[in-house]
């Protein structure tokens, strides 16, 4: 696709991992907490969107998922073995599959005819806004997150550096 939607999904496997080993502190009693207008409890949260990256994978890549979010909560250490392997296979993805030739999907039990960028992007959106979630459920409960925006990245990652005004 292009080195701009590699770096995206980079952001993305950074992103759930942030948030993740912010919940690794969390005990079992935190991760059920949920707020008004997310999608479940943190836990919950996570293994939808984990379980989600596998499905498109799946349709992208054909690679089979090993997550599904019908079964029991296998813990937040788990749930960051699952993204670390998602997130890099999106990567790869994400720089390898041709976005703009048709193909024939599994969508809601029925064969569906769509680019491949749709599902690319449906992967980013879904991360961001479950992320979202989880991120309200934290803050609702007064538990700091820390920063975790793309300028955080930016930061962490050694991307974004502050400069010496005196060395300009």
Known sequence: MGPLIVEAFRYNRWANLHLLDVCAGLNDEQLAWTAPGTYGTIG????????????????????????????????????????????????EAAASVAHDQDEVYLFRNQRVRMRPGVIVLQAMHHGNDHRAHVCTILGAHNVEYGEMDVWAYGYANAYAKDVDEAAC
Do not use: K, M
């Open 44 to 91: 919950a949260t996570f293994q939808h969107l984990l379980s989600a990256e596998q499905r498109y994978l799946w349709r992208l890549v054909g690679r089979e998922a090993s997550l599904n979010e019908d079964q029991p909560f296998p813990g937040i250490a788990e749930l960051r073995r699952h993204a670390e392997s998602s997130g890099d296979a999106l990567i």
